[in-house]
């Protein structure tokens, strides 16, 4: 950073009671950027210099009332590079970030304004207390097989050693919980985290997870009854809402990367102690009967759970796609796939892009339509160059795309899929607008560059051939136009649903607020 585009701050202090010489320097013009910023300090009797980037550094703590100029910066040593990884110890296993900690004194002041916690961030007012017989309401939810499988490590090496820096322990001060099925989460919210939310319990989670546990979460909250049935009915007027901390350890973290969470290297530690939290929008999607969740790698598959009039309902808070993105999702579950974390996604859309038989890839077949707006009830059906346009009795007007061979059908409530592929460019973090992002068929190559330009900040969506618009919902209606269930799988948030041949799927907004997310402050 040149002189003129950064302000460096200097003090003179101790670290762990060594005496040194603090340069802190930020860009001006980028200041809630962690990347622009960094502590220096040197050692006086050796002039060794350290640098903690901002990158790094979860939240800098007062150590007493007794020590107003005495501070705990909390941060974190980032995993080693992979080609240093048979130098790897057990106290830096390879791939895993570990915490650190050091006392400082008379830090520059910019730097305790930039990092310590406001009021409003304060985590600890975001849990009650438990009785002396009740488990605590700070839960730690391990997702032990989301991504590649770190998720345990990260939680010894990172989060268990910071909480107890904070005076926080297991079993006193907080209860782990490791799922050991695809069910894990759903019965932990049914049977703890909700019942207490509607007694007016105040609940924290750090959700270790990747976006699949966000939508079991989510899902679990709707879900009440002893059969699995769906009510819309409120939750109650006791009821407070859950607030959740995502820690991403998951393959595509596709709701972390686009409100800000990986910008940094704290594994969302620094959301946790720094962040405030908001309402965590989210949609429905229903189904026609007889559609089918598939579970365990698409080996098997679930019924639905269903609302009072029988049709089945799902929630999500990322996507919900059908065509290539569902397809190269679906595809590429598979245990032998995730092994490769984000790159299996790579591997599967080669697959389907260039079909082994030098078949151009498959033109996906329904009558898609949407809603932009609600409108004034009409009486009879317009025509125009691209849609008819019919309206609902609940006074929605559905339009109709001309098209009926698809390839790329994607709604959204996030602007990033993966780290760098931006999907929707005109989404901000947790806005509450559903966009569509859609294209028609065409060969492997031209869906590779659209593609392409997704990574380079959202240019696909200044490409002719691809439609980008707000919407208020969305409807897929097969006719009987598929007649291999491989491309009638519709994509939520992860998870698979697999249609009828004749079977339908609908998405609107959700009105009913359930959950919070913690964001950025």
Known sequence: MGAEQSSALRSMGQVDGKPVEFKYERDEHHSDDPSKQCLNYRLEDTNDVTTISGLDIIAILPVSAHLPNDYTILYVQPPPPKDAASKATSKHPTGVTVFQSLVATSLPQQFIHDYTPGGKSCWQLRVDKGGQLAWPNLHIIVSTKSGTGLAEACFQNLVKPMLAHLGQHEGTSYTVHRTESERSITELVASVILPRARKSVNQAILLMSGDGGIVDFVNALFVRGTEGEVTTAGLGSMYVKPNICLLPVGTGNALAHSIGITRDHTLGLSYMLRGVHRSLPVFRVTFSPGARLVTAFGKEEDSLPADEHRVGTFWGAVVCSWGFHASLVADSDTEEYRQHGAERFKMAAKEALFPADGTEPHRYQ????????????????????????????????????????????????VSNLEDGFTISPNTKPMDGKLRLVHFGPMDGNKIMEIMGLAYQGGKHVDDEAVGYEEIEGLKIEFEGKEDDPKWRRICIDGKIVRLENDGWVELKKEPMDVVDLVGKA
């Open 366 to 413: 329904a009558k898609v339509s949407v809603v932009q707006e609600r409108k004034a009830k009409a009486t009879d059906t317009q025509a125009t160059d691209n849609v008819m346009k019919t309206a609902s009795k609940h006074d929605l007007v559905w339009e109709t795309l001309e098209r009926q061979e698809h390839t790329y059908v994607l709604a959204t409530l």
